[in-house]
């Protein structure tokens, strides 16, 4: 299944989306992806992808899936990394769920760290920017 977006090229848009959901507990964290990827496919551009209330949980590098699921937060990787995208997970939202990146690990005397790599972890600010910036915002989850 395809999204249908503008094709027309000389109607190039700029997008952010913003996922609300945990990717294991909603469809949506899937949903954003799939239509990320048509997006980018159609020659659009995603200026940031933010992560924000229970979709911080898809920055956790200690998602397991089982073999047979998808492992939405490793698509999210791969297509940063193919694309050069910005994946931006709410930091407060994060710290208050227990996804840390080594400096918010050391900031609160944690253990260990487990934000994945190819997501950092930043403030509300990065969200207000990438809203002025794109032509469209779309919001996935709750």
């Not at 294991?24 to 048509?38: E, G, I, L, V, W």
């Not at 020659?43 to 492992?71: C, I, K």
């Amino acid at each position: 299944m395809g999204f249908f977006l503008w094709q027309n090229s000389w109607l190039q848009m700029i997008f952010t989306l913003i996922v609300q959901a945990a990717p294991y507990s909603h469809q949506s964290a899937d949903t954003a992806y799939r239509f990320a990827k048509s997006l980018l496919d159609q020659g659009h551009s995603l200026h940031r992808v933010f992560f924000y209330a229970d979709g911080v949980h898809t920055g956790s590098a200690l998602a397991s899936p089982p073999q047979d699921e998808p492992n939405i937060p490793e698509r999210w990787q791969q297509l940063a990394q193919d694309h050069q995208l910005d994946l931006v997970v709410c930091i407060a939202a994060a710290v208050r769920r227990g996804v840390l990146d080594a400096n918010e690990s050391g900031r609160y005397s944690k253990p260990g760290h487990n934000l994945a790599d190819g997501f950092e972890l930043s403030g509300l600010g990065q969200l207000v920017e990438a809203i002025a910036v794109s032509d469209r915002t779309l919001t996935f989850g709750a």
